[in-house]
Nanobody
Framework: QVQLVESGGGLVQAGGSLILSCAASGRTFSSYDMGWFRQAPGKEREFAAAISWKGHNTIYADSVKGRFTISRDNAKNTVYLQMNSLKPEDTAIYYC??????????WGQGTQVTVSS
């Protein structure tokens, strides 16, 4: 398994952009599909985006489609989430995770994203 550390969160105005990074330790990073999830205050954690192990396939939640882009650099053991046209409802703690045999795991500590109106 891998260990994951998210970074790049912060405070941004509505309409702004942020890029989140998720750094993985372990030489098996490139073997796993990776995902970004988010949890808003008082709500359950929800799926945002995922990318296949080689980066050829991506999938997005409807709420972020067209605004967020997930990518990965296997040479750097890092997965990214480019977030554009941010909205106040995007405010949440953002987590990355690795997919192990149909189960998401190795959750990082999360990074806070706050979008002001």
């Amino acid at each position: 398994q891998v260990q994951l550390v998210e970074s790049g969160g912060g405070l941004v105005q509505a309409g702004g952009s942020l890029i989140l990074s998720c750094a993985a330790s372990g030489r098996t990073f490139s073997s796993y599909d990776m995902g970004w999830f988010r949890q808003a205050p008082g709500k359950e954690r929800e799926f945002a985006a995922a990318i296949s192990w080689k980066g050829h396939n991506t999938i997005y939640a409807d709420s972020v489609k067209g605004r967020f882009t997930i990518s990965r650099d296997n040479a750097k053991n890092t997965v990214y989430l480019q977030m554009n046209s941010l909205k106040p409802e995007d405010t949440a703690i953002y987590y990355c995770a690795a997919l192990y045999e149909n189960n998401w795991g190795s959750w990082g500590q999360g990074t806070q994203v706050t979008v002001s109106s």
